[in-house]
């Protein structure tokens, strides 16, 4: 089914999600995306800062480390930060939470081609138990590409995921974000 946008902008709420320019086009439409979702989705600044403003002055956001390393890319990865055949990257995943370990907001992963690792990144493999949003969001020529957003198995159940890629002139990171269960309910996007 085709959907242009003027189809997307007079298409009825009800309750779903409205349609964002963030979003290509080509991923699965996210109208069965649960409403509070939406503004987690399409945030085009750093989830990090909007989990503190929604956790708020009580509870930090923290980071716990499940792994990282080197490794060869996965196919996705691969064509998503064009890399070459043989090309290992740096890769992080972490659960984000508000200081209770048992009820995670975000589970992220982040992948860096380790060729990039030289042109200013190297500081983000040593990040330990903070989180990398706040770090990344700091470069000030950091460009988002368009967010994707869609609903996969995760976790034992469907999961709504979104992933991009920041660009600092030809260095990219890519960024994966998880939305768990005890996601917080939103209170506006934080600092940038």
Known sequence: MRHDRKTQSAAPNNGLLPFSKMITKSLPLLRHAPRMLWPWLTLPASLTAALQRAYGKLHMV?????????????????????????????????????????????????????RELRHGLLPLTRHGTRPIGNTLFRHRRLRRSPIQAESQPRFGQRRWQRRSVLRRGNTGVLVEEHFLPDLPRWAGRGRR
Do not use: C, K, Y
């Open 62 to 114: 923290q980071a716990l480390l499940l792994d990282s390393g080197r490794a060869n890319p996965t196919p996705t990865e691969r064509r998503i930060l064009h890399l070459h055949r043989g090309e290992q990257i740096f890769w992080r995943e972490v659960l984000l939470h508000g200081g209770d370990l048992m009820h995670p907001a975000l589970w992220a992963r982040t992948t860096i081609p380790l």
